[in-house]
């Protein structure tokens, strides 16, 4: 099969929960076991570190791969989902998968992976971890799907686990309590593997603290080590004061306020690797911190697009992330807010658009999956709570409008699901 082939069968012969949400979710690591075996069990074969949390775990895999990569090492990073090409969920030193070695992987286990009938999911870990043990990676970053102790990427014993924060997402799966979802990222922590919690939640502490001590598991709460504070940005960067052991300042190339919730766990997994034999300078650290979306090629977080008017996306999606958005939008000097939405049609939204300013003016959109809210459903439950706006299904076109209707010194916003952002043309 060509490139193009390999992709339609992944993508339409696999069950994709990108694209159709529930039906893809599988309840047990069986398929995953049994794709690793058949492949020889490459995730034994690679060091590796698990990541976990309902926001925070792309940014912070991003930052631990930039800062491993300036300290020298082959890293292997896998995340999910991708925005533009299949090829970004897997890269070996911020370089993704080549279109041949994706041929060459269906190709070669076409005839098992139709008879074994895994998700998508299952299958691109099941390439993570072939694609990683082929490259001879030093150690891989691997970022959970979603939840944790099903999710097909709990396979893998790493040298460290880290979970980043609990929230309110995919509740149908893992639960409608904190401390239920809770207890789904806690599944990833392992025998005798040190655990770091990057945010500390006090509601939530003993549910970690069970599950560690259950597993004869160092527990970290990186908070306890590290306090960040948050400084003015600086020529591009976003600027932190760190509190620990020594003081120092921080320059980071993600802008987003809710990094400050994602450092603490970032520096304190640095110090677990440390502490078991990895060579990491504070010189590595600064500079991967200082360069991860050129070592990595992360995009959507915080991204500014474009000046006067103001364009800014963040892949944001649930209530604590469009919290940190709010939040961070009323630091802005602007006329008039503009923002561009589209959600998926599997969740909640309403909690959500309670959030969103009424003052704002809103272009209502869905991304082209068949997942997404369609565009007029979400403009009727907005007008629900009183946000007014227009509906234009396809992104580009709704974000084309937002720019002709802006003036210049008008702020625009796009975001409320990762795949609308996605589809955004200048990204």
Not at 9 to 19: D, G
Not at 65 to 88: C, D, N, Q, R
Not at 164 to 193: C, P, R, W
Not at 204 to 216: E, L
């Amino acid at each position: 099969m060509t490139y193009a082939e390999t992709l339609d069968y992944m993508f339409n012969a696999l069950p994709m929960f990108q694209r159709i949400g529930a039906a893809a979710f599988k309840k047990d690591l069986s398929n995953t076991l049994a794709l690793c075996k058949h492949l020889g069990n490459p995730e034994q074969k690679i060091k590796t570190i698990h990541v976990a949390g309902t926001n925070g775990k792309g940014s912070t895999s991003h930052m631990l791969a930039a800062i491993l990569m300036k300290a020298g090492y082959k890293v292997g990073l896998y995340t999910s989902p991708h925005l533009k090409s299949f090829t970004e969920r897997i890269k070996v030193d911020g370089t993704c998968i080549s279109e041949e070695a994706v041929v060459a992987f269906i190709a070669d286990n076409q005839s098992y992976l139709d008879e074994l009938k895994p998700s998508f999911f299952e299958m691109t870990v099941g390439m993570a971890f072939w694609y990683f043990a082929k490259e001879q990676v030093d150690i891989a970053v691997i970022e959970v799907g979603m939840g944790g102790r099903l999710d097909s990427t709990n396979v893998i014993v790493p040298e460290v686990s880290i979970i980043t924060n609990i929230g309110y997402d995919h509740m149908q799966f893992l639960g409608d309590t904190l401390s239920l979802i809770a207890a789904e990222k806690a599944g990833i922590i392992k025998h005798n593997v040190p655990v770091v919690i990057s945010h500390t939640q006090e509601e939530i502490i003993s549910v970690f603290q069970q599950q560690a001590d259950a597993q004869n598991s160092m527990l970290y709460f990186a908070q306890e080590s590290y306090h960040v504070e948050r400084l003015a940005d600086r020529q591009g960067f976003a600027s932190y004061r760190v509190e620990g052991d020594a003081k120092l300042v921080l320059h980071v190339q993600l802008l987003g306020n809710y990094q400050a919730k994602n450092l603490p766990g970032v520096l304190k997994t640095i110090d677990v690797l440390q502490a078991k034999g990895w060579t990491i300078t504070m010189d590595a650290m600064q500079q991967g911190l200082q360069s991860v979306i050129d070592l990595t090629g992360l995009k959507g977080r915080w991204q500014i697009l474009a000046e006067k008017p103001l364009l800014i996306c963040d892949t944001g999606h649930n209530e604590d992330g469009i919290r940190m958005i709010l939040d961070q939008l009323e630091q802005y000097e602007y006329h008039q807010l503009w923002m561009v939405l589209g959600m998926v049609n599997d969740k909640d939204v309403s909690k959500i658009l309670s959030l969103l300013p009424k003052a704002a003016q809103y272009i209502f959109c869905q991304a082209s999956i068949p997942r997404a809210m369609p565009a007029e459903d979400l403009a009727k439950q907005a007008a629900s709570v009183d946000l007014q706006g227009v509906v234009i299904p396809n992104v580009n076109e709704a974000i084309e409008f937002a720019k002709k209707k802006a003036a210049p010194e008008d702020l625009i916003f796009i975001g409320g699901s990762t795949f609308v952002v996605a589809e955004i043309n200048d990204i």
